[in-house]
């Protein structure tokens, strides 16, 4: 298997765009993760889907953000309008459920100028 | 919920020398710690983990041991290489409960 897959791998737009981050989860994964990561904050947990519901999206930021998972196999974070304070890499990651190790993808830097 | 305290942020050790990173985590719950480590440009990546049962658990150079009674953990690495130099992140998770709660991270170099 080829891991997680995300896209774009860097990401520039202008403020006040729309932003789309994709995540190609590992065939077989149940869960999947969005995760944040910044200087200042490290890696925050933004939203976690199980058998492609949202779990727990009380990480989300605000409503600026949105993700789906419209199948097993794919996910989309969504922010609209972006900020240069959304500037960060994002992962997504898999696990089984029930497993306990999650697999990261490479990350899609974003910087919102 | 979760809160888990990683120190130290970085970490500067020559080449040879052993490197220590220590993580407190709040939930007594919590039974399952992954360390995760990070290379300049990817994904963290899951390099050992220990379970509430377990008090200390090796790999090769690496090594973790949990105090329970303390709520803290830790990851050492011994004969420290360069390729060692990265970021590492410890993690904790509850019983039922599978999203990890990471640390902060820390930046560990090694010099040659």
């Known amino acids: 298997d080829a891991g997680v897959i995300q896209s774009p791998r860097h990401e520039v737009t202008e403020m006040g765009q729309e932003v789309t981050l994709r995540c190609k989860p590992i065939?077989?994964?149940?869960?999947l993760f969005w995760y944040r990561q910044t200087m200042m904050r490290g890696l925050e947990l933004l939203i976690y889907?199980?058998?492609?519901?949202?779990?727990?999206d009380s990480g989300m930021p605000e409503d600026r953000f949105s993700a789906k998972m419209p199948n097993a196999s794919f996910s989309t974070l969504k922010i609209q309008p972006s900020e240069p304070r959304d500037s960060a890499v994002y992962f997504c990651?898999?696990?089984?459920?029930?497993?306990?190790?999650?697999?990261f993808g490479q990350g899609t830097r974003l910087t919102v100028v | 919920g979760e809160n888990v305290e990683q120190h130290p942020s970085t970490l500067s050790v020559q080449e040879g020398d052993s490197a220590v990173i220590k993580c407190t985590y709040s939930?007594?719950?919590?039974?399952?710690f992954p360390w995760y480590k990070q290379e300049l440009g990817k994904g963290p990546q899951l390099i050992i983990d220990?379970?509430?049962?377990?008090g200390e658990k090796k790999d090769q150079r690496i090594a973790v041991t949990l105090n329970k009674t303390a709520k803290h953990f830790s990851l050492h690495i011994t004969e420290t290489q360069p390729e060692d130099s990265a970021v590492y992140f410890c993690?904790?998770?509850?019983?039922?409960?599978?999203?990890?709660?990471f640390g902060r991270g820390t930046s560990l170099i090694v010099h040659p």
């Open positions: 990651a898999s696990s089984l459920m029930g497993e306990t190790e999650a697999f």
């Open positions: 065939s077989g994964h149940n869960s």
């Open positions: 889907f199980n058998n492609n519901v949202p779990i727990d």
């Open positions: 939930d007594s719950a919590s039974n399952y």
């Open positions: 220990i379970r509430s049962n377990v």
């Open positions: 993690a904790a998770m509850g019983t039922g409960s599978y999203i990890p709660t």
